[in-house]
């Protein structure tokens, strides 16, 4: 008879073990898909520890370095551009040389990832204006490499992961990565609090590579088929004449992409110079900046089950409509912060708000892509992103400068994510798969 140590033990193993499937629905599903989904559950919580380090605290390490609040813009809009210039020929890897995982891993888990060691060794050789340009740059290699493996990656996903159970297993899974990522930004924030600067942010960066490598082992071991090159006469060119007529046969998609740009243009007015607020008119400590970060994905973990369950039982665009509807509160509040912890019950709205819009943002664009060509409108829909990204850091960049400041552009993001929400509400709709009946939902 087991003893009830061992019996606790086997009892987490396999709560632990289910956990990293995305939930009991999987236990049904093949060996393949279920090795798939658990390798890729470890590499979405190796991938958000990296990846918070680097949100949370990389802008603050520029200005460590003396960057000033018009190159963090700047960075925002090179970044945003040089990603439109990659987009499509990481597209036609796919589509015309196959080999999803391989570009993946050497693009985005191997090329962007060492220049994140790069940037944290660069002070070492470096002093003065030199430094932040070069700082800059590098910053620009990392985000043009993981927009290069971005097509690659969308498909990927889309072909691992069953729909039937999309929206429970990126509810699980980003469930995980919201605890790891909240670990992560509070030590590592406390950790650059008591050590020099910029040396604590170097460590920091040092550790972002090191887990975000261990990210890259993960999604090395997924399964997936090489897909050899097809024949020419298989596959419309990939050029801009045939991307624009392949457009116009799905209107939907047009549509979507179209109020994703204007959503995305607002939210890149605000969105490089939250931090910046609050370090530079709110004097908040690195410790800080993490703690307030956590408390968004405090906020997001509570209800992330909950949310998948709804995404497979309303539909992602009724989810994505109601959240976008109320995430422009979420800007305009910052006018009336006048202390860090005002930000404590905004960042608790946003986490709830942006925890269902992500959820529900992702699956749609996973409706809306036409299977069979799903790189390359992966890959257009990224560069109207990024490009409104790119216009809408460099408009904040402006008003940040101008009489208006700070206040402007959080009226400017609220005012631009509204009348997207508004135009999503309108003229976005399409079918969606068939959803499991709400009997037939588990946890």
């Given at each position: 008879?087991?003893?009830?140590?061992?019996?606790?033990?086997?009892?987490?193993?396999?709560?632990?073990?289910?956990?990293?499937?995305?939930?009991?629905?999987?236990?049904?599903?093949?060996?393949?898909?279920?090795?798939?989904?658990?390798?890729?559950?470890?590499?979405?919580?190796?991938?958000?520890?990296?990846?918070?380090?680097?949100?949370?605290?990389?802008?603050?390490?520029?200005?460590?370095?003396?960057?000033?609040?018009?190159?963090?813009?700047?960075?925002?809009?090179?970044?945003?551009?040089?990603?439109?210039?990659?987009?499509?020929?990481?597209?036609?890897?796919?589509?015309?040389?196959?080999?999803?995982?391989?570009?993946?891993?050497?693009?985005?888990?191997?090329?962007?990832?060492?220049?994140?060691?790069?940037?944290?060794?660069?002070?070492?050789?470096?002093?003065?204006?030199?430094?932040?340009?070069?700082?800059?740059?590098?910053?620009?290699?990392?985000?043009?490499?993981?927009?290069?493996?971005?097509?690659?990656?969308?498909?990927?996903i889309a072909e691992i992961i069953p729909i039937s159970g999309?929206?429970?297993?990126?509810?699980?899974?980003?469930?995980?990565?919201?605890?790891?990522?909240?670990?992560?930004?509070?030590?590592?924030?406390?950790?650059?609090?008591?050590?020099?600067?910029?040396?604590?942010?170097?460590?920091?960066?040092?550790l972002a590579f090191v887990i975000g490598m261990m990210s890259?082992?993960?999604?090395?071991?997924?399964?997936?088929?090489?897909?050899?090159?097809?024949?020419?006469?298989?596959?419309?060119?990939?050029?801009?004449?045939?991307?624009?007529?392949?457009?116009?046969?799905?209107?939907?998609?047009?549509?979507?992409?179209?109020?994703?740009?204007?959503?995305?243009?607002?939210?890149?007015?605000?969105?490089?110079?939250?931090?910046?607020?609050?370090?530079?008119?709110?004097?908040?400590?690195?410790?800080?900046?993490?703690?307030?970060?956590?408390?968004?994905?405090?906020?997001?973990?509570?209800?992330?089950?909950?949310?998948?369950?709804?995404?497979?039982?309303?539909?992602?665009?009724?989810?994505?409509?109601?959240?976008?509807?109320?995430?422009?509160?979420?800007?305009?509040?910052?006018?009336?912060?006048?202390?860090?912890?005002?930000?404590?019950?905004?960042?608790?709205?946003?986490?709830?708000?942006?925890?269902?819009?992500?959820?529900?943002?992702?699956?749609?664009?996973?409706?809306?892509?036409?299977?069979?060509?799903?790189?390359?409108?992966?890959?257009?829909?990224?560069?109207?992103?990024?490009?409104?990204?790119?216009?809408?850091?460099?408009?904040?960049?402006?008003?940040?400068?101008?009489?208006?400041?700070?206040?402007?552009?959080?009226?400017?993001?609220?005012?631009?994510?509204?009348?997207?929400?508004?135009?999503?509400?309108?003229?976005?709709?399409?079918?969606?798969?068939?959803?499991?009946?709400?009997?037939?939902?588990?946890?």
């Open positions: 008879m087991p003893s009830p140590t061992n019996h606790l033990r086997f009892r987490i193993l396999r709560s632990f073990s289910r956990l990293t499937l995305g939930g009991d629905w999987a236990l049904s599903e093949p060996a393949e898909t279920r090795h798939n989904l658990r390798w890729f559950w470890f590499d979405g919580f190796f991938s958000s520890a990296s990846d918070n380090i680097l949100v949370t605290y990389l802008v603050l390490y520029l200005l460590a370095l003396g960057a000033s609040r018009a190159q963090i813009g700047l960075l925002s809009s090179l970044s945003s551009l040089s990603a439109a210039l990659v987009l499509l020929p990481g597209a036609l890897l796919v589509e015309r040389i196959g080999h999803r995982k391989e570009v993946t891993v050497w693009a985005g888990g191997g090329v962007a990832r060492v220049v994140v060691l790069f940037l944290a060794l660069i002070p070492l050789s470096l002093k003065g204006p030199a430094l932040i340009y070069v700082a800059i740059a590098l910053s620009v290699i990392r985000d043009t490499f993981g927009n290069l493996a971005y097509p690659a990656w969308i498909a990927i999309r929206g429970r297993y990126f509810g699980t899974r980003n469930f995980a990565m919201g605890v790891i990522g909240m670990a992560v930004t509070l030590l590592v924030g406390e950790l650059i609090t008591r050590a020099s600067k910029p040396a604590g942010y170097q460590i920091a960066l040092g890259t082992y993960s999604f090395a071991h997924l399964r997936v088929s090489k897909e050899p090159p097809k024949a020419p006469q298989e596959a419309s060119a990939l050029t801009l004449p045939a991307l624009l007529r392949d457009l116009w046969k799905h209107p939907a998609f047009l549509t979507l992409a179209g109020v994703a740009a204007l959503w995305n243009f607002s939210l890149n007015v605000a969105g490089p110079f939250f931090n910046v607020y609050l370090v530079q008119n709110l004097k908040s400590t690195a410790t800080m900046v993490g703690f307030l970060g956590v408390v968004s994905i405090i906020a997001g973990l509570f209800v992330q089950r909950k949310l998948g369950e709804l995404a497979d039982r309303w539909g992602s665009r009724r989810m994505q409509l109601i959240s976008g509807l109320l995430i422009p509160i979420v800007p305009l509040s910052w006018i009336f912060v006048t202390s860090p912890w005002h930000v404590v019950p905004i960042n608790i709205m946003g986490g709830v708000l942006w925890g269902a819009f992500s959820l529900a943002s992702f699956n749609y664009l996973l409706v809306l892509t036409p299977e069979e060509q799903r790189a390359r409108y992966s890959a257009l829909y990224q560069i109207i992103i990024t490009v409104a990204l790119a216009a809408g850091a460099a408009v904040g960049s402006i008003i940040i400068s101008s009489p208006w400041t700070y206040k402007g552009v959080f009226i400017g993001s609220a005012v631009g994510r509204f009348t997207a929400a508004l135009l999503f509400a309108r003229f976005v709709r399409a079918p969606e798969p068939s959803h499991l009946a709400p009997a037939e939902v588990t946890s």
